[in-house]
């Protein structure tokens, strides 16, 4: 009885078809907005890592547009899901964090990319893989600096106002133009520190809100005549090409003689023809592909018990007007 008993579950076994046994592993790739064409690149980073890595699946959802509580509702529901892992780039690093205890108390590894917690929240995360963001402002700054040795005006457009990665661009370009380092998150602001001032109504904080952005520019351009260096801590108004073209080409005499220069975050196809085209002097350039590809691999190494590095960075892309046509990494 016990062989006929046997026999009938080896075949009943059998008959399940191929993959019910097994479940693969849902990794959550979450961007702070999907109409980005910078987080585009990172889901096609997790979708290679996905061709690459059997047993698992690069979910990637995010809000339709940068919204950060959108986004805060979508790591609320991968949590009640109970998704195998969270890779999330947090718009509003506080208001995430505390919504990541619920994800570290149900046991699901969460990482961080292209924007981390907050230092005093990093026991939220495992790690963060992206850029070293501070590293971003700074050599935006020094790009600057090298193009107006005197100093002069200074506009810095950012994200939002509560995003960590952006705030840490700011405090490397005010820290590097000023000379010294600034206790402050997100620096001190410019008041005259080695010939730098800020321009009135500046930083700019789009929400990567790109039609936004693109309008900013176009007021403080004009309102700023005597503007010596536009800085833009991501590629917003070039996500828009053909309005930043528009917009460019109206103050075209300032710009192609450097009395206003355009230095801008970001190294997409886009932006590569726009500096190639002197419509921007120098473009400081992520990696988003490999943020994407690395962060599916970094949790399937902690779904399987393996400790990983903190953090892991991903690299720049120093872009200008001499080596736009060899400066980006293969």
């Given at each position: 009885?016990?062989?006929?008993?046997?026999?009938?579950?080896?075949?009943?076994?059998?008959l399940i078809?191929?993959?019910?046994?097994?479940?693969?592993?849902?990794?959550?790739?979450?961007?702070?907005?999907?109409?980005?064409?910078?987080?585009?690149?990172?889901?096609?980073?997790?979708?290679?890592?996905?061709?690459?890595?059997?047993?698992?699946?690069?979910?990637?959802?995010?809000?339709?547009?940068?919204?950060?509580?959108?986004?805060?509702?979508?790591?609320?529901?991968?949590?009640?899901?109970?998704?195998?892992?969270?890779?999330?780039?947090?718009?509003?690093?506080?208001?995430?964090?505390?919504?990541?205890?619920?994800?570290?108390?149900?046991?699901?590894?969460?990482?961080?990319?292209?924007?981390?917690?907050?230092?005093?929240?990093?026991?939220?995360r495992s790690?963060?893989?992206?850029?070293?963001?501070?590293?971003?402002?700074?050599?935006?700054?020094?790009?600057?600096?090298?193009?107006?040795?005197?100093?002069?005006?200074?506009?810095?457009?950012?994200?939002?106002?509560?995003?960590?990665?952006?705030?840490?661009?700011?405090?490397?370009?005010r820290d590097?133009?000023?000379?010294?380092?600034?206790?402050?998150?997100?620096?001190?602001?410019?008041?005259?520190?080695?010939?730098?001032?800020?321009?009135?109504?500046?930083?700019?904080?789009?929400?990567?809100?790109?039609?936004?952005?693109?309008?900013?520019?176009?007021?403080?351009?004009?309102?700023?005549?005597?503007?010596?260096?536009?800085?833009?801590?991501?590629?917003?108004?070039?996500?828009?090409?053909?309005?930043?073209?528009?917009?460019?080409?109206?103050?075209?005499?300032?710009?192609?003689?450097?009395?206003?220069?355009?230095?801008?975050?970001?190294?997409?196809?886009?932006?590569?023809?726009?500096?190639?085209?002197?419509?921007?002097?120098?473009?400081?350039?992520?990696?988003?592909?490999?943020?994407?590809?690395?962060?599916?691999?970094?949790?399937?190494?902690?779904?399987?018990?393996?400790?990983?590095?903190?953090?892991?960075?991903?690299?720049?892309?120093?872009?200008?007007?001499?080596?736009?046509?060899?400066?980006?990494?293969?």
């Amino acid at each position: 009885m016990q062989n006929k008993l046997f026999l009938f579950v080896v075949v009943m076994i059998l008959l399940i078809p191929c993959g019910a046994m097994a479940r693969d592993l849902v990794f959550a790739l979450v961007p702070k907005a999907m109409n980005n064409p910078f987080f585009d690149m990172a889901k096609d980073g997790c979708k290679q890592a996905e061709s690459e890595l059997t047993g698992f699946e690069c979910l990637y959802i995010g809000p339709g547009e940068h919204t950060e509580q959108e986004q805060i509702q979508i790591v609320q529901d991968l949590i009640t899901r109970r998704v195998d892992g969270i890779a999330v780039s947090p718009s509003n690093a506080p208001a995430m964090a505390k919504v990541l205890k619920r994800a570290k108390a149900a046991g699901i590894p969460v990482i961080t990319w292209d924007s981390d917690l907050l230092d005093k929240d990093k026991d939220m995360r495992s790690t963060y893989v992206g850029t070293r963001n501070y590293d971003i402002g700074k050599n935006l700054a020094e790009i600057t600096m090298a193009l107006k040795p005197n100093g002069g005006t200074i506009c810095i457009q950012s994200g939002g106002a509560s995003a960590s990665n952006h705030n840490e661009r700011i405090q490397g370009i005010r820290d590097t133009l000023a000379g010294f380092e600034n206790s402050t998150f997100s620096g001190d602001r410019l008041t005259g520190q080695n010939g730098w001032i800020e321009a009135t109504g500046c930083p700019l904080y789009t929400n990567d809100d790109f039609p936004l952005s693109v309008q900013q520019m176009a007021d403080i351009l004009v309102k700023h005549r005597d503007l010596s260096a536009f800085v833009a801590t991501g590629g917003f108004p070039q996500f828009v090409e053909k309005a930043y073209r528009r917009i460019s080409l109206k103050h075209e005499d300032r710009i192609r003689s450097k009395t206003t220069v355009l230095v801008i975050a970001d190294t997409l196809p886009m932006q590569m023809e726009i500096l190639k085209d002197g419509l921007s002097h120098a473009q400081v350039g992520q990696r988003p592909f490999e943020m994407g590809y690395k962060a599916m691999f970094v949790l399937k190494d902690l779904v399987d018990g393996k400790t990983v590095e903190d953090p892991i960075y991903t690299g720049l892309d120093i872009c200008t007007e001499a080596n736009f046509d060899s400066c980006l990494a293969d």
